[in-house]
């Protein structure tokens, strides 16, 4: 039960449609700003990474990891904010791409191929 | 049911970890490279936006709303895998910042407020 | 003569490489990690625009207007330094482009067309 | 002579006036829509550089470079049209920002230090 309750983006939506209405945000949140907010919060997210080598990037401290949470966070938000918008289910969404993606990409061809995404 | 497993991001975090194990790539995916990657789909789902106003993104044909939810699978997809390569529970992490924007943003003074983002 | 100082990339060129040889930066100023570096500066250019009218970001206050060029610095400091890191004259790729654009937007066909870069 | 046309971006500047004002797109260049299209060619430039390790990023192929020379190009050229549309000296406001960088960043602190962008 802890599982569904933690593991639910459905809840997240309505707490986000709920905290956006009682604010009156509804007018700027088009898909459009929301679009642009969550790729400023991607940038946001990557940005304690840009200086560090691959290595460092897997070992990062607590304290920088909890910063990093957060800003996964924003990413989060705002992506569940637009898939509402646009009645999107998100979910749905990336099962789909999954499927594709293994079609796309045979284990056998794929293997450790680092220009993986060079053929999309 | 059908609800647990349409909603589990834990669900698709298993079935991407196979998916890169499988195909060795687990070598690529540091978590500063899973940050630049999500960033550059932000970039693919803010491009259908770009030239459009703010309406028109309201409302989109169902052909583009497909392509943009490809789009928003994308980023989901990036977004899990950088979660659980730094062992961050992504939706635990969403829903501590909504309670820190339900502080911030008090709902007697946002409402309606444009320049909500500016005093972060 | 004071026109070619002010517009001199060359000269922007030349003491971003100094700068970053005093301070052995030259080492984390791989072109993976300016391209990174870039892109977060091109989320705080956006962030400020992301929830104004477009009306409104063409209205911009002159304290808004400066703190906005300063994120236009940062963005062209980036772009200075990942094309010299790659051997790349950055304005004769942009008249090669503008001349390709020429071509590909022909003015009869392209005249008021929004969807422009659709095309592409 | 040849020196100061290559490195002119004044020039670059008129020629995308032009050439938006011959298509009537003047209508979708907002700074929004600008800043929005720069960072989406921000994201097309990083792209190839995602999987690769930071030394392979510093030894492209001459087909790799000029496919990042012309995302260096459209970034550039959106970073021109949206200085002129906020009449905004990009140089000018470069060399401002590299006189700030030279004080917050005294060669005898910064030298060598990865960190250098976390007390920004």
């Known amino acids: 039960m802890q599982d569904i309750v933690t593991d639910s983006l459905r809840d997240l939506a309505q707490q986000l449609d709920a905290f956006a209405r009682e604010r009156d945000w509804q007018t700027f949140h088009s898909p459009k700003n929301l679009a642009s907010a969550l790729i400023v919060e991607a940038g946001e997210l990557l940005e304690p990474f840009q ?3 691959e290595k460092q990037s897997r070992e990062l401290s607590p304290e920088r990891r909890d ?3 957060s800003e996964i966070a924003d990413v989060l938000l705002y992506l569940i904010q637009l898939s509402s918008a646009l009645g999107v289910d998100p979910v749905a969404a990336a099962q ?3 499927r594709l993606n293994a079609e796309r990409y045979p284990v ?4 450790g191929n680092a220009r993986k995404h060079d053929e999309l």
């Open 96 to 98: 789909a791409k999954l």
């Open 67 to 69: 910063a990093v949470a």
């Open 108 to 111: 056998d061809k794929a293997r």
């Open 51 to 53: 200086w560090l080598t």
